[in-house]
Each structure stands twice: as C-alpha cells, then as structure tokens.
C-alpha cells in the first residue's frame, strides 16, 4: 500500500509525540511512587532516630536517679524516666518490625516506666530511699547498654551498611536490615532486672506447667489454629516453663504454652494490599469466633500502610474486660492473619470482682467536670497497677476543644480511678 509522504510525516510525529507522552507519564509515575517510598522510609528512620535519642535521655535519667535524694529531685526524676519511657514506646510503635525484634526492649522501657510510676508516689515525701537507689542503678546498666548498641546501628544506618526495613517492599534487597540487627540485639541483652513493688511489671515467674504437652500435640494445635500443615512446622526452642515456639517458612514464628493453647503468631514478610479496613475487621471477628472468642469488644484499631492492628476485650455479661483481651493483626493483601497474640486473655481469664453494691451511673457522672461532653459509657473490669482488677463505669467524653478523652470511675466508691488521653 502506497502511503504519501506527508502522511507519514504524520504519523511519525503523532507516534513520536504518544511515545514523548507515554514516556513522560511513566516518567510522572515512578517518581511518584519513589516519593511515597521515600516518605514512608524517611518517616521509618525518623522514629528510629527518635528511639535512640530517647534511650540516651533514659539512661541519663535513670543514671541521675541512682543518686538521687529529697523529695524534689526524686519527682524530678520519675519525670524524666516516664517521660522518656512513653517517647519510647511511642516511636517503637512507628518502626516496621515484627513484634519479635522489638519485644525484651519493649518489655524494659515498660518496666522502668511503670517503675518510676510507682516510685513518683511512694518518695513523695522524703524522695528515694537505697533500694530505689539500687533498683534505679540496676535499670541504669540495661539503660546504657542497649543506649551504646542502638546507637551504633544508627552509625551503621547513617553510613549505609545496614539499610532501614519497609513492609512496603514487595522484594526484598540485598544487604542488612535494622530488623535483622535489633533481633540479634534482643537474643544478646541480658536478663531483665527484677524489682520488687507494686506496679503492673512486677516480675512474676511463669506458671510453670509440670507435665506439658508433647512436641507433636503442641505443633499440631498450632497447624489446627491458623490452617497450616504440621509438617511444615520446626522447633526453635522450648522454655523450662513448657512453652515452645515454632517456625514456619515465610518467617511466620509460632509459640503454644505447656497446656497446648496458643499463645502467638508473628510474620516477618512484606504485605501490599488494599483489603478495606471494615472487611480486615470482619475476617478478625470471624476468625475469633471460630475459635471461641464470642461476644468481643473492639477496644482500638490502627491501621498501618497494609496491616490493620486491632485489640478486642472479651466480656463477662455486659461489662468488658480490660486486662482479658486479644491483638490480632491483618494483612490487607490476602486477609489472613499477619500477627496474633493472646498472652493477657491466657493470663487474666478467669474470676472477676462483684459487680454487686455498685453506685447507679448518674451518680458516678458526678465525678466528672462539668467541661465534658459524655458521648458515651459502658461497665468495665479496669486494670489496677498491681495486676488486678477495679469495676468501672469508662465514660468516652471529649473535651472543650473536640479532643477524645476517656474518665474511669469506680463503680463502688463514684470517685474518679483513671484519665485516659
């Protein structure tokens, strides 16, 4: 077929131009996606950096609070622990890890807050006495330590020879990740100090179980409670107290205590997906239903990049059960679940205060300020620092300016026993 030649010129600056165009959107695209990539890693580096920043300012307060005396420089003191023991935690939060990597670290910013807690109203009056002293200068030690090894993964990080992880990855790369060190770091750190007072961390010894289940029951429970094939399981280790732990490949761990019940499950690989955060909740409802969780509460949920994280209370008739509860995370790529864990309901299911006596909930109401608004209220067996447990109504206000607040009042005495911002 014969084309003129002002035709084809034609056509070669259309298609040229469709080509420039293509190239440009593609172009457009990727740097687009490179800019989201970019922010979410430099908001993972950011927390990272905020963790270690505030691991040095709690070992520079726990250092002060083993020479600490007066009731002035005591409260100052606790100050400063709690302080950072919350920025801690709340930049921990933020970092793209498993629940593994971050766990005895976890466990010790937790105690040394609950530690200073606890101490803040036993010195009111005459500040630290020499076990508090002691006590603050053993914390200090752990403090210090895992201050010195964070900030030398940061070094790494900052040089470029251990790279920062993102569950936003959908193929791994070459090289070291922050993960893979702070696991390392956690199988080294030393055994937790043990403290003696009363605070919801006081180091209790695991019931131990006399005669635990064998290996095979204990690895099919865990086959049978998340759908997977026994074979496919290997032993990773086995604690005194009867508990193992398995592991599955696709970086899935598994723990089941001596009694066979299943304590946890945790993932390691990168989830992308878009699964709607309603269907996540369902299919976690669903899935605790099947297994004989009824009737659960949703306490909070909090959604991050592709894994929805949510926490359900069971219940005891109408009243919910803050220290009997579930974690459970789903992946919104396949809306499986991502993580699990049911050490507080395996630890705090069982008998529960009278709800007998109690003051009628217009009475309690009296307890707040008249600047809140009660949007609503609920019966609740609240958590008392000790480990046990306190009848409450929980109001949900909001305050002047629009911000969510929750004021627990007990249910026996109508005098306020909580604030929870």
């Given amino acids: 077929m014969y084309i003129r030649k002002k035709t084809f010129v034609l056509i070669i600056t259309y298609l040229s131009a469709a080509v420039i165009a293509l190239g440009a959107y593609a172009a457009v695209h990727n740097m687009s996606e490179f800019g989201y990539r970019s922010t979410a890693e430099y908001g993972y580096s950011h927390a990272f950096d905020e963790v270690v920043n505030a691991t040095a300012k709690l070992s520079d307060a726990l250092h002060r609070g083993a020479y600490a005396t007066g009731s002035a420089m005591s409260a100052s003191v606790c100050a400063d622990i709690y302080g950072n023991c919350l920025a801690a935690e709340m930049t921990m939060s933020a970092l793209p890890f ?10 010790f910013v ?19 006495d020499d ?10 030690k752990t ?10 993964l940061h070094d790494d990080v900052d040089s470029g020879d251990v790279l920062m992880d993102a569950p936003e990855r959908l193929f791994p790369e070459d090289g070291s990740f922050v993960s893979a060190a702070m696991l390392g770091m956690e199988s080294d750190m030393d055994e937790l100090p043990e403290l003696d007072y009363d605070g919801l961390y006081t180091r209790a010894d695991p019931v131990p179980c006399d ?13 049978d409670f998340f759908g997977l094939d ?10 005194e107290c009867g508990t193992r732990c398995f592991s599955a490949d696709g970086g899935v761990h598994i723990c089941v205590d001596g009694w066979g019940r299943v304590l946890s499950l945790s993932s390691e690989r990168p989830v992308a997906g878009d699964i709607d955060s309603a269907e996540l909740e369902q299919r976690a409802r669903d899935f605790l239903e099947a297994r004989g969780f009824e009737n659960m509460h949703l306490a909070s949920s909090e959604r991050r990049s592709s ?43 069982g008998e529960h205060p009278s709800a007998e006596n109690v003051v009628g909930e217009d009475t309690a109401r009296k307890a707040l300020t008249s600047e809140l608004e009660v949007k609503s209220s609920s019966l609740c067996y609240a958590e008392t620092d000790g480990g046990g447990e306190r009848l409450c109504y929980d109001f949900e206000c909001t305050e ?13 005495t109508g005098s306020q026993f909580r604030i929870k911002i």
């Fill in 400 to 412: 002047p300016d629009g911000q969510p607040l929750h004021v627990f009042v007990d249910a026996k």
């Fill in 131 to 140: 076990e508090a002293r002691a006590n603050l200068a053993k914390l200090y």
């Fill in 110 to 128: 937790g105690i040394a807050g609950d530690y200073a807690s606890a101490l803040l109203k036993t010195s009111a009056e005459s500040g630290f």
């Fill in 143 to 152: 403090a210090e330590k895992l201050h010195r090894e964070l900030q030398e």
């Fill in 230 to 239: 026994p074979e496919q399981l290997e032993v990773e280790y086995s604690a």
């Fill in 98 to 107: 498993a629940t593994q990597e971050l766990e005895q670290t976890s466990a």
């Fill in 211 to 223: 005669e635990p289940v064998p290996e095979a029951e204990a690895r099919q429970a865990a086959a």
């Fill in 307 to 349: 894994v929805l994280t949510m926490e359900f209370q069971c219940t005891e008739g109408d009243i919910r059960c803050e220290g009997d509860s579930v974690m459970i995370s789903m992946a919104a790529d396949d809306g499986q679940v991502y993580a699990y864990d049911a050490s507080k309901h395996l630890g705090n299911h």
